[in-house]
């Protein structure tokens, strides 16, 4: 079973220093890169090439995390770092430039997330301050700024925003009238805790649910993309070698229920899911990068692993869909 996986291209970055995340954009042709060598880098990685379209400098320090927008907005890369500043990038006439730079945490911003297009332009993102801040582009270079204080005691690890879903379904939705989404995230951090943020009708978040399963640091969160059934999924991974799947059957959102996926013998850094839900890639403190998929029984196997090489990137394509996490 493990053939299905294929490293069909690997990357020379030239970072100079360990690369944190790497990222493809929503067509796949299109690779961007961050490190401690504080630059953030994009590469055109079509038809198996590498060709460097921008070496992204501002961060003045590691850059932990990136992210892109989706591409009804243009090209709008997010990263992040332990400089404590979250910078908004975007490709105008052919050049990248810095758009947009929020310095509104006291501490390494760890995670950045955009949420589903359906909402506009929104950027979650997660600090060591305990922190998590949203900005939202309202037009004319503008971004507001909400800020969830205490979020997560002792630090904030991770993101990662659920599937744009209308409460009830999608089918008894009235044509033409304008969804009413319910806008929820995840967040992992120092705490042990996964914790569910919802927004009110008032425009405030509010703590939904804390999940409680992990016996360190959660230095990951992944809600599975929606496949139309009415189970949501969360990926959690921690520096207890864990990684959970949490499921929740009820309309409420009330009751979710831990599943162990597997416990490694090393801190999991990542966990990340394919673009139809079906898998989940882990990559941990050995370098490794497992493949699970989840049998007819109920049981999460490993269907493959791929050595991780030092200081490049390997753009693996699962199954012939691809990852636009």
Known sequence: RGEMVSVINTVDTSHEDMIHDAQMDY???RLATC???RSVKIFDVRNGGQILIADLRGHEGPVWQVAWAH??????LASCSYDRKVIIWKEENGTWEKTHEHTGHDSSVNSVCWAPHDYGLILACGSSDGAISLLTYTGEGQWEVKKINNAHTIGCNAVSWAPAVVPGSLIDQPSGQKPNYIKKFASGGCDNLVKLWKEEEDGQWKEEQKLEAHSDWV?????????GLPTSTIASCSQDGRVFIWTCDDASGNTWSPKLLHKFNDVVWHVSWSIT?????????DNKVTLWKESVDGQWVCISDVNKGQGSVSTSVTEGQQNEQ
């Open 27 to 29: 067509y796949g042709t």
């Open 35 to 37: 490190s401690s060598d």
């Open 71 to 76: 591409p009804m907005y243009g090209n709008i």
């Open 219 to 227: 230095r990951d969160v992944a809600w599975a993309p929606s496949i």
């Open 277 to 285: 839900a079906n898998i989940l890639a882990v990559s941990g403190g």
